[in-house]
């Protein structure tokens, strides 16, 4: 049992640059989420997905898309990186019956050059 | 929109000691209040949480306690020890189904003296 699962662990892109982190949970949960942390602004919200087939806008969409490819697997992409996207990215899970906790990767640092 | 405060910023205490973190948070549908330790490098780790329906909740030497007349919920370690020492995150969910939203405090970096 491996949790939730992100890759790669880091990378470095150029500005303008197109590449999609990918995550996959092995727990059965409904929902998925992607998270930014910066220094000193703890966790934001970027998109999650209730549900397969289901995406919503967070608190700091723009810039990214999403695709939840089946139930395990929720993908984010940068389609033309900044360096304000220069970030570490988390993947979380959660189920949505009794404990609804997130369960989290062990996350992507990405600088964007 | 929905915000979740949390202080202090950074918390020092010695060995032994007990630590208390605070959050507030600013949506009454509120339902479901986690707490994670982040070590250095790597992910948040869900260490305990509460319902809305419970006053307080107890593991070891963790507990929780929330108010939801004040809106806020603490986060309470005692006899505290060196691995203790990490960024602990309170969060606050509202909606009762898969489509609701998780919204984080800002962080408390606790230091455990020797």
């Known amino acids: 049992n491996a949790g939730v699962t992100q890759t790669p662990k880091f990378q470095v892109l150029k500005t303008g640059q197109s590449m999609t982190l990918q995550c996959a949970q092995d727990?059965?949960?409904?929902?998925m989420y992607w998270y930014r942390q910066d220094p000193g602004m703890g966790l934001r919200l970027i998109y999650y997905?209730?549900?397969?087939?289901?995406?919503d806008k967070g608190e700091v969409p723009n810039g990214y898309n999403v695709s939840r490819l089946n139930k395990r697997e929720f993908s984010l992409r940068l389609e033309s990186a900044a360096p304000s996207q220069t970030s570490v990215y988390f993947c979380?899970?959660?189920?949505?019956?009794?404990?609804?906790?997130?369960?989290f990767g062990q996350g992507t640092r990405l600088t964007v050059v | 929109g929905e915000n979740v405060e949390q202080h202090p910023s950074t918390l020092s205490v010695q060995e032994g000691d007990s630590a208390v973190i605070k959050c507030t948070y600013s949506?009454?549908?509120?339902?479901?209040f986690p707490w994670y330790k982040q070590e250095l490098g790597k992910g948040p780790q869900l260490i305990i949480d509460?319902?809305?329906?419970?006053g307080e909740k107890k593991d070891q030497r963790i507990a929780v306690t929330l108010n939801k007349t004040a809106k806020h919920f603490s986060l309470h370690i005692t006899e505290t020890q060196p691995e203790d020492s990490a960024v602990y995150f309170c969060?606050?969910?509202?909606?009762?189904?898969?489509?609701?939203?998780?919204?984080f405090g800002s962080g408390t970096r606790l230091s455990i003296r020797p």
């Open positions: 509460i319902r809305s329906n419970v």
């Open positions: 969060a606050a969910r509202t909606g009762y189904s898969s489509a609701s939203k998780i919204i």
């Open positions: 979380a899970s959660s189920e949505e019956v009794k404990r609804w906790g997130a369960f």
């Open positions: 997905s209730a549900s397969e087939g289901t995406t």
């Open positions: 949506d009454s549908a509120s339902n479901y």
């Open positions: 727990m059965n949960h409904n929902s």
